[in-house]
């Protein structure tokens, strides 16, 4: 019981100390991007512009909204996140956002942007065996799937969500002067040809083989009875009838 109550202790301050991360980096960015210039100039080639800050303020405000999510889910839908799977949500969001584009991780960490892409690809992966873990005990819907079909939808599902994730950073690109897809060097200089191309596709092929691993994974949690899915699966909360014992 005693080591229950601290777990869970730990898991409400990291989950704070990110929200709080984010939420006080929108204030911060909101600061710089008034104060910082609208054009580069030549003898500073690594001062942030406002474009930059464009990106970073769009990045941390989806961040805060995202950790208000799972509370959402739970008072509209009745929908339970596992501790675990809020641990893991919670620091990607932190490594993705606060030190990848605020803190400039992607530039200056060799391989941050590819060893978060290969996770999120896993995540979406277990996100996957969830909806079909709904829709496989709905009763609108009765489906007894086998272990393949599962780990095969789970794969395209992750997949799927992967290229939805490029649409939205080509079209922030376009729209709002930002570098999400990495077409340029820090420095605003642009990048030709295939290396232009280099950051996307690198960006889709590591969340397929980040989405291969789970659907394996699960393939054999499921087939073999393991468990191991589960404890990362979102769940429904089981209503209260009204002559339940309190």
Known sequence: MTK?????????ILWWFIFLSMAGSVVFISVAMALA????DPTMPYRRVKGDYVLMLLQCIVGVVAMLLPSLLRHKWQLIIPSKMMVLFAV???CAIF???????YYNVPHWDTILHTFSGAML???GFSVINFLNRTDRVPMNLSPVFVAFFTLCFAVFLGVVWEFYEFTADGLL???MQKFALESGEPLVGRAALMDTMKDLIVDTIG?????????IS???????????????EKKRTKNAPN
């Open 4 to 12: 229950k109550r601290i777990s869970l202790n730990w898991t409400k």
């Open 99 to 105: 030190l990848g584009e605020v803190r400039s991780f």
């Open 125 to 127: 992966g277990a996100l």
């Open 177 to 179: 002067h930002t570098n």
């Open 92 to 94: 990607f969001l932190y």
């Open 211 to 219: 989405a291969l691993v789970m659907a394996v994974i699960g393939y």
């Open 37 to 40: 210039p609208s054009e580069p």
């Open 222 to 236: 499921i087939r073999y009875q393991k468990g191991w899915v589960e404890k990362f699966q979102l769940r429904r």
